[in-house]
C-alpha cells in the first residue's frame, strides 16, 4: 500500500509513523505536515525528528498550511508539551525539508501514481487533506481511501463536549473531506480510546533496550499524564498509530458503513461528527466508522513492529 502521512506529531503520531516506516506492507512516499498539536514550524520539526529516529533520513517531509481554512488554529501543547515530543530527548534534525508546499506535493504524486493506488492517511487535522481537495478537484477519484484519525460519537469529545480535537480545530476542512465523495475509514474515540498503553505494553516496549523502544516509552510516559488525570483509565489512549494498523490489519477492527456529517455552525457543538449509527437518516453512507479494536492484536502487532528497529 503506496501512503502519504499527514500529521502533526504529536507522541502518537510519531508512533504511528515509526509503525508505517517498520512495515513492509506500506510503502511512504511522503510525510506532509499541517498545524494542529502544535503550530507548524513544530510539526514539520518533529516529523523529520521522528524520520531519524527511525533512521529513515530519505523520507520526503513537506510543511503544508499554517492555520486552519477559517479559523484560529487551536493547539494542544497542554496535553503533548511545549514542543510536542516531550519526554524523550532527541536531537534535532539534520535532514532539510523538502521545497514546495505540502498541498502541491499530494497533488502531484496523485495525479503521477496510478489512479486508485495512493492511500491518504490524516493524523491531525485534515487542512491539507481539504486544501488538496480544493486546488485540484479532480484528484478525488484519483485516491484509493483517506484513512483518518477523528471524530467520535458514543465517546464525545476530548476537546469540547462534542468534539474530537482533530475535526474541531478545522471543521470546514473536515467537512470538505467528508464531502468529497473518497471512500473514508474513521478511527474514532469509539476505538482509540480501547487502545490503551497499560505499564505491562509500556514496559514491552522499554524492554527493547533500542532507541526506538525507550523513546517511545518515554513519549506515552510523557503523554499518558494528561488521559490517566482525565480519564482515570489504565493507560493513555495511543490514537494514530490505529491509522496504520488499520492499513496493515483491518481484521482488527470493526465499524459500520455509516453517514457522517461535520458541525461547522453552532458555537455549542461546533465540530462533532454527527454520525448516523443507528441508520436512523436516508443521508447515504459515506464511511467506514470503527467502533472497536482487538486491542491485544493491536498492541502484538505494533510491538512486534517496533522490535524492528535496530539498537
Not at 519526554?87 to 504524486?109: C, R, Y
Not at 503523554?223 to 482488527?252: M, N, Q
Not at 465540530?271 to 470503527?290: E, H, K, Q, S, Y
Amino acid at each position: 500500500m503506496k501512503i502519504i502521512i499527514d500529521t502533526d506529531p504529536g507522541q502518537d503520531d510519531a508512533v504511528a509513523i515509526l509503525l508505517a516506516l517498520a512495515s513492509p506492507e506500506i510503502e511512504v512516499l511522503g510525510i506532509t505536515a499541517v498545524a494542529g498539536n502544535v503550530p507548524l514550524e513544530l510539526t514539520a520539526k518533529n516529523a523529520r525528528i521522528v524520520c531519524e529516529l527511525a533512521g529513515r533520513s530519505e523520507i520526503k517531509v513537506y510543511a503544508g498550511c499554517a492555520e486552519p481554512l477559517m479559523r484560529p488554529l487551536v493547539t494542544a501543547e497542554h496535553v503533548h508539551g511545549r514542543t510536542g515530543l516531550d519526554g524523550p530527548s532527541l536531537p534535532d534534525p539534520s535532514m532539510d525539508l523538502q521545497p514546495g508546499h505540502a498541498v502541491d506535493f499530494i497533488i502531484e504524486t496523485l495525479r503521477k501514481e496510478p489512479s486508485g493506488s495512493v492511500t491518504l492517511c490524516p493524523l491531525g487535522p485534515l487542512t491539507n487533506i481539504a486544501m488538496a481537495l480544493k486546488k485540484a478537484p479532480d484528484i478525488a477519484d484519483r485516491i484509493a481511501r483517506i484513512v483518518l484519525m477523528g471524530g467520535g460519537y458514543f465517546e464525545g469529545g476530548n476537546i469540547t463536549p462534542t468534539a474530537e480535537f482533530n475535526i474541531y480545530v478545522d471543521p470546514e476542512a473536515a467537512d470538505i473531506v467528508f464531502r468529497s465523495g473518497v471512500p473514508i475509514t474513521v478511527l474514532p474515540l469509539d476505538a482509540t480510546h480501547k487502545a490503551l498503553v497499560t505499564k505491562a505494553r509500556n514496559d514491552a516496549f522499554r524492554s527493547m533496550g533500542t532507541k526506538v523502544g525507550v523513546a517511545v516509552a518515554q513519549m506515552t510516559d510523557f503523554f499518558e499524564r494528561f488521559d490517566l488525570e482525565k480519564y482515570g483509565s489504565d493507560g493513555a489512549p495511543l490514537h494514530d498509530p490505529t491509522v496504520i494498523a488499520w492499513c496493515i490489519d483491518p481484521d482488527l477492527f470493526s465499524g459500520r458503513e455509516i453517514n457522517v456529517e461535520i458541525e461547522t455552525r453552532s458555537d455549542l457543538t461546533r465540530g462533532m461528527t454527527v454520525a448516523d449509527w443507528w441508520g436512523v437518516t436516508d443521508r447515504p453512507a459515506n464511511a467506514l466508522f470503527i467502533g472497536d479494536l482487538d486491542a491485544d492484536g493491536f498492541f502484538d502487532l505494533l510491538t512486534e513492529r517496533l522490535g524492528r528497529y535496530e539498537g
